[in-house]
């Protein structure tokens, strides 16, 4: 648990440094996952215990969100103002994204394994 | 004078960072029973629920935003953390991966582009003004990260933080029926595009359905976070949301 969470930790610390000194747009914990992930290639596999604590960590993903949903209360005023036009963004935009996202992928695979089919005969 | 203790008892709690900290774990654990009992149904979210207890516990205590932060800054920290651990269940899907990679890259540029442009045209046709729309533009991304974004583009941080969970809420509530209604089968293209609209939210939720589905939704959620970060500056200053 200490050993996975260090190694996590450091992931993002080199993340954030990493960003800070080469001006990367990329934010510092997503540059530590990749670093994470390229740790993981190099060195062939997972160790349980570091399995373990990322499991925990992303089994209760959804709890490390409740402090920034609770921040509407700071921005209650402008919710109310201006809240056709964020309800239609967030219902209608998130449901096009998610259309349009998985749409492209399938269609995309489909036509893979048509050209891939279409190459045997 | 009997309630005295009593007083000097909250004044001594609600100055201390571990009232809410714990207010916001029992919240949410109550929010979990009350999805477990509703045999998880999506619609009985519990980001949504808990932040709806935590909202009327403020607001009975008249507790203010920061004072309620200041204790549940440990959990919003855990975010950087759980975005790198994705790394794992990543690691894991490395054989798909390779298979896939080619559908992924177009899913990937074309959800990315879609989520911001959708969020950005909907909200300017129904009147938000620009700060608002900024603050729209990064919602589909993951919460330090388009908090991030909002920042450097002149939106209100704070704002994309809730944006970014109600969108969140809303993939997570719709998002299984849509893909069902739209025919989408494999877990891979379900997981893909639900992390790509509702980043760690969906994710969860993703996790729920299936091993894959959640570690395809943890692979889109990463790269549409490393592209977002990317595309969308020059993306809203080519449609001139915001200056050079």
């Known amino acids: 648990m200490l050993e996975a969470l260090t190694l996590i930790l450091s992931c993002q610390l080199a993340g954030e440094v990493l960003v800070l000194v080469s001006g990367l747009p990329v934010p510092g914990p997503v540059l530590g996952m990749l670093l994470l992930l390229a740790w993981l290639v190099l060195r062939g596999g997972v160790s349980e215990r570091v399995a373990q604590t990322a499991d925990t960590l992303l089994g209760h993903l959804s709890l490390l969100f409740v402090p920034a949903g609770v921040g509407v209360l700071v921005h209650w005023e402008r919710v109310r103002d201006q809240w056709p036009a964020i309800a239609a963004a967030l219902v209608l935009g998130t449901l096009i994204t998610l259309a349009v996202t998985a749409v492209t992928m399938a269609g995309m695979q489909r036509l893979l394994a048509w050209r891939r089919g279409g190459s045997h005969d | ?244």
């Open chain 2, 1 to 244: 004078m009997t309630d005295a203790p009593l007083t000097q008892i909250w004044v001594y709690l609600a100055a201390s960072p571990l009232l809410w900290l714990t207010a916001t774990l029992v919240c949410y654990l109550i929010a979990l029973k009350i999805y477990r009992l509703g045999r998880e149904n999506a619609l009985l979210n519990p980001v949504a629920i808990a932040v709806g207890l935590l909202i009327a516990l403020l607001q009975l205590t008249g507790t203010p935003y920061q004072t309620y932060f200041d204790g549940a800054q440990f959990v919003h920290f855990l975010l950087g953390p759980a975005t790198v651990a994705l790394a794992i269940p990543l690691y894991r899907q490395r054989e798909r991966l390779k298979t896939l990679a080619l559908p992924i890259l177009a899913a990937l540029l074309a959800g990315v582009t879609t989520a911001a442009l959708s969020a950005v045209a909907l909200g300017a046709l129904f009147g938000a003004d620009t700060k608002t729309l900024i603050s729209l533009a990064p919602k589909s991304v993951t919460a330090p990260v388009a908090m991030g974004i909002s920042e450097k583009l002149g939106g209100l941080p704070s704002l994309t933080a809730v944006l970014v969970v109600s969108t969140g809420i809303v993939g997570a509530v719709l998002g299984t029926g849509l893909l069902r209604l739209l025919r989408i089968r494999d877990d891979a293209v379900k997981g893909f595009a639900m992390g790509l609209t509702s980043h760690g939210i969906g994710t969860a939720r993703a996790f729920q359905v299936s091993p894959v589905m959640g570690a395809f939704s943890g692979l889109a959620m990463a790269l549409s976070a490393f592209v977002t970060a990317l595309l969308l500056p020059p993306l809203l200053r080519w449609i001139g949301l915001v200056g050079d």
